[in-house]
């Protein structure tokens, strides 16, 4: 079951913590977060899952910033969040993917005890203008049945920036064959 905003404000401080708290982001099911004026983007096309690829950071100016198609553009949220004994979820607002703009397609997933501030996956199917500090996505709350055995340690735990995919990490852990050229 999902949280009502109602729910939501009755469990801040205590299962659920949003910092900043604007009771005017508050939805009838879930809270607007807001993006950080900096992205982080892949300095080459080509991306590599077994290294930690390079990069570079940009500033949204004020004024905007265009984002480019065939781009994937790292930002995070202005708020810190923390969840115990929920889960929580992240999904782009529709009004932003009314406009070709997509916020976390395939990582909006939380876990249970989860915090930090939230690193969102931005592209675009055509150039848009984006601006700091907007309502980018909605952060929503699932309850749980049974017993938490095991709460969230792994890799992104307390997020202060926008963290890079850390998935060359697992990878150097295990043997993967080089793939095979025709």
Not at 5 to 26: E, M, Q, T, V, W
Not at 97 to 125: K, N, P
Not at 131 to 148: A, L, M, R, S
Not at 159 to 170: A, F, K, L, R
Request: one cysteine or more; aromatic letters at 10%; hydrophobic letters at 35%.
């Amino acid at each position: 079951m999902i949280l009502t905003g109602d729910a939501i404000y009755k469990r801040l401080g205590n299962s659920i913590i949003i910092d900043p708290f604007d009771f005017n982001k508050l939805n009838p099911n879930s809270y607007n977060l807001t993006l950080n004026n900096k992205l982080l983007v892949y300095n080459k096309q080509k991306l590599d899952m077994k290294i930690n690829n390079d990069y570079h950071i940009v500033e949204i100016p004020e004024e905007g910033l265009l984002l480019e198609p065939g781009r994937v553009y790292l930002g995070r949220t202005n708020e810190y969040t923390e969840t115990q004994n929920l889960v929580p979820m992240l999904e782009g607002r529709s009004s932003h993917g009314r406009l070709g703009l997509f916020v976390h397609v395939s990582a909006g997933f939380g876990d249970i005890g989860f915090r930090g501030y939230w690193t969102l996956e931005l592209s675009c199917v055509q150039p848009i203008v984006i601006y700091p500090n907007i309502d980018i996505c909605q952060i929503y709350y699932h309850t749980i049945i049974g017993e938490v055995l095991t709460k969230y340690q792994g890799k992104y735990q307390d997020s202060q920036d926008v963290i890079t995919s850390q998935i060359y990490q697992e990878l150097s852990l295990i043997h993967i064959s080089e793939p095979t050229r025709p």
